[in-house]
């Protein structure tokens, strides 16, 4: 069974720029999570998806949004670009929603703001 | 504020030996505490559970014990191998059920 992929991989993004980020679930799996990893920070939650509804919303500013498809895939979307949103992105899936459930994470994707 | 802490950025243990990793959080609300290995450029893996209810949960070579009274969880690896060299996460629930996430450790396994 095919993992979770995220594309791009890697992102370079200027300040006031807008970005879309891909993730496509393990087949079968219907609850998608975005996180942001900074370094010294862990992850932060950013927001889950389950069956085309946002379940769940970390505390990011409104910037941040994202939308699930029918078929579960899942895109991401940062407007208005900051420094400070150079991070690595990670999307999980897994069957059901809430965190209690084994996550699989995808590789991430890499944006840099400059 | 950190609600989940993991005070020790990197450790350093030899093959064959026990490595010892640590986690504390805040949050009495906490019911719920996993952990999760990761290797440079590739995402999290699911590693081990542990709900409030019991304080102690085994898999193999893996362990993590629960002391709720200190808000103390720790992971230990008997024995080590050098394929447990990875950033090590910890992370925790509530009935909010967001994942709060320490900053990881760096384990790095000595032949």
């Known amino acids: 069974k095919a993992g979770v992929t995220q594309t791009p991989r890697y992102l370079i993004k200027t300040r006031g720029q807008q970005v879309t980020l891909s993730c496509s679930p393990i087949s079968g799996h219907r609850s998608v999570s975005w996180y942001q990893q900074t370094p010294g920070q862990g992850l932060q939650f950013l927001f889950e998806?389950?069956?085309?509804?946002?379940?769940n919303k970390g505390n990011f500013p409104g910037r941040f949004s994202g939308r699930q498809f029918s078929n579960s895939r899942s895109e991401m979307n940062v407007s208005t670009l900051e420094l400070g949103d150079s991070a690595l992105y990670l999307c999980?899936?897994?069957?059901?929603?809430?965190?209690?459930?084994?996550?699989?994470f995808g590789p991430g994707t890499r944006l840099t703001v400059l | 504020d950190q609600q989940v802490k993991q005070n020790s950025p990197s450790l350093s243990v030899q093959e064959g030996r026990i490595s010892i990793l640590n986690c504390d959080y805040t949050?009495?609300?906490?019911?719920?505490f996993l952990w999760y290995k990761k290797y440079p450029a590739e995402g999290p893996t699911f590693l081990i559970s542990?709900?409030?209810i019991k304080d102690k949960n085994e898999d193999g070579r893996f362990t993590v014990f629960l002391n709720k009274s200190a808000k103390h969880l720790s992971l230990h690896i008997v024995p080590s191998q050098p394929g447990d060299s990875a950033v090590y996460f910890c992370a925790a629930t509530d009935s909010n059920y967001q994942l709060i996430w320490g900053a990881g450790t760096k384990l790095i396994i000595k032949p």
């Open positions: 542990i709900s409030s």
């Open positions: 999980a899936s897994s069957p059901y929603p809430g965190p209690r459930d084994t996550q699989y």
């Open positions: 998806y389950f069956s085309e509804t946002q379940r």
């Open positions: 949050n009495s609300m906490f019911d719920y």
